[in-house]
């Protein structure tokens, strides 16, 4: 367990903690409480998605500057990021369905199972398929998005000294955008594993084969002691 593992466990670690702070009973108050009604619930709530968000990039950069990466870390690592991104969409859609609907975690989740199917397929061919720049801006609007539909279970506008922030518009906007660009990132992935899979088929068939037999061949007829005269 190096630094960057450990910063990756404290990700995984912040799964239950999101579900905790969304669920009606926080804080912990007896059984039935409401949560708090300030808005200090969705605040804790942004901060620690933001914070496990961070972590995310964090551990990567500290796993190559510090060499120290792991079979452990590639392992802990996508696990963490579709554990926290799938939690935070199966919460919101109870917590503000109005923002997020059923179909939008599905559609997330979905989205996850396939590009990992994609990429353990291509491990088991021999190549990689690299995390896209579409992948990479659909995980900034995702973190956008997850944040601004918390937010906006409390506020539909902010007003910070005359200046207003539309909390609500940005918040569906985000979600609609989100589940746009992960459509448009999974055929992305597809349509590069497709050609991937393609010419490493090709490779394979063309490669012989060797099969190591602990079995004796028998002798040819022709080649038996008893067939020479």
């Known amino acids: 367990m190096n630094l960057p593992n450990s910063i990756t466990m404290s990700r995984i670690a912040c799964v239950p903690l999101l579900i905790w702070i969304l669920s009606p009973a ?3 108050t007896g059984h039935g409480a409401t949560g708090l009604r300030g808005g200090e619930q969705e605040i804790i ?3 620690v998605f933001i914070l496990a968000s961070i972590t995310d990039g964090l551990d990567g950069y500290l796993a190559r500057r510090r060499n120290q990466i792991t079979t452990m870390g590639m392992l802990l690592d996508p696990l ?3 554990l926290m991104v799938s939690a935070a969409y199966i919460v919101l859609v109870a917590y503000n369905p109005r923002i997020v609907p059923p179909w939008i975690a599905v559609l997330v989740i979905g989205r996850e199972f396939l590009v990992s199917g994609l990429r353990s397929i291509a491990a088991a061919e021999g190549f990689t398929i690299e995390a896209s720049e579409i992948g990479k801006l659909k995980t900034v609007i ?3 998005s997850v944040v601004a539909a918390i937010l906006a279970h409390r506020w539909d506008y902010w007003n910070w000294g005359g200046f207003i922030i539309a909390v609500h518009f940005i918040a569906v906007t985000a979600i609609y955008w989100m589940a746009t660009v992960s459509i448009i990132s999974a055929v992305d992935y597809f349509v590069g594993f497709w050609k991937k899979i393609d010419h490493a088929s090709e490779r394979k068939r063309k490669r012989r084969s060797f099969v190591l037999s602990r079995k ?3 002798t040819p007829p022709s080649e038996h002691p008893s067939h020479i005269s």
């Open 26 to 28: 926080f804080p912990w």
């Open 45 to 47: 709530a942004s901060l």
């Open 80 to 82: 963490a990021d579709k």
């Open 142 to 144: 995702q973190i956008v």
């Open 216 to 218: 004796q061949k028998p």
